[in-house]
């Protein structure tokens, strides 16, 4: 494995923020790390960057622990949020020189002309970060953390503040990365249609504690709910009307109504519909997906509109 981390917890006075988390990540591998505000994730990464000391439990990467070998690891590690700060008067260029120096790079500026030119950054160059744009800044925050070549990646979400295009450059770039240089990424995103994209495998942290380790799919077929989607031409309140009464969760778009539902209650709700005289010309279904079960984990379960 290219990293271990087992029975890892963090406590901060009486208040315990990671709670004995054991997982794995292999060589190659895209895993995210997923949970609601406040679950143990930022915590986390901030252990396995050895910025935070665990209170219990190791880290280990490249078969090597991390508190023993904590300079030689972090050479072949790097990181990037969306939340962290470069010093605002720098340019973009300054801002990536400086920090090529805590990294053994053996031909500097042509390791920092390839970045630039990987992340889309020659037209800002030499523009100062207090002057770049949110979705700018997190460009150049992902073109620091390639900026050695790492083994290991650590992204928090990477793609927050992005344009689409952009959004979905990054992506790819990451698999292409993943695929030619067996990179090792963990990724944190509340964007699980990203999430359910990119990533090989998940773990899901709620109140510090690892409770689900899996394939996005397979987390996802673990939900019974799928989402009923109508264009109503005539009934439209009469379906609404339904749904309340039978406690359906649902939301009304202009003319078209989507229905959260049991898969197996299905046919019997469009039998009851055409059965109340509700005229549609659409429909389609939607399976579970990892949002679904993310909302299932965190309470946050379907309610009556």
Excluded at 95 to 110: C, E, G
Excluded at 287 to 304: A, W
Aim: with cysteine; net charge negative.
């Amino acid at each position: 494995m290219i990293l271990s981390v087992s029975h890892l917890t963090k406590r901060f006075a009486q208040f315990t923020a990671v709670n004995d988390i054991s997982f794995a990540l292999k060589e190659g591998e895209i895993l995210g790390l997923l949970g609601p505000n406040g679950a143990g994730k930022t915590t986390t990464i901030q252990m396995l960057l050895g910025v935070l000391t665990p209170t219990n439990g190791t880290i280990s990467y490249f078969g090597k622990d991390l508190k023993s070998n904590r300079e030689e690891i972090l050479e072949h590690v790097n990181f990037s949020s969306t939340y962290t700060n470069f010093p605002w008067t720098l340019t973009v260029w300054e801002n990536l020189t400086f920090i090529s120096y805590l990294y053994d790079i053996k031909n500097r500026k042509a390791r920092l002309e390839r970045i630039s030119e990987l992340f889309k950054l020659k037209d800002i160059l030499h523009e100062q970060i207090s002057e770049l744009s949110s979705g700018q800044i997190t460009r150049v925050n992902l073109a620091k953390a390639f900026i050695n070549f790492p083994k290991v990646l650590l992204l928090d979400e990477p793609t927050a503040s992005l344009d689409p295009d952009v959004a979905k450059y990054i992506r790819e770039f990451l698999l292409h990365e993943r695929k030619e240089f067996q990179v090792s990424i963990i990724i944190t995103s509340h964007n699980m249609a990203e999430v359910e994209e990119v990533c090989d495998r998940v773990i899901f942290i709620n109140k510090g504690k690892l409770i689900a380790d899996d394939t996005p799919e397979h987390l996802a077929k673990t939900i019974q709910f799928c989402h009923v989607e109508l264009m109503i031409k005539d009934g439209l309140k009469r379906t609404a009307d339904f749904c309340t009464k039978e406690g359906l969760y649902y939301e009304v778009t202009s003319r078209y109504i989507r229905v959260t539902i049991p898969e197996k209650a299905i046919a019997d709700f469009l039998r009851t519909l055409t059965e109340m005289n509700t005229i549609y010309e659409e429909i389609s279904i939607e399976k579970p997906t990892l949002e679904d079960y993310f909302l299932e984990v965190i309470g946050k379960k379907y309610e009556t509109t």
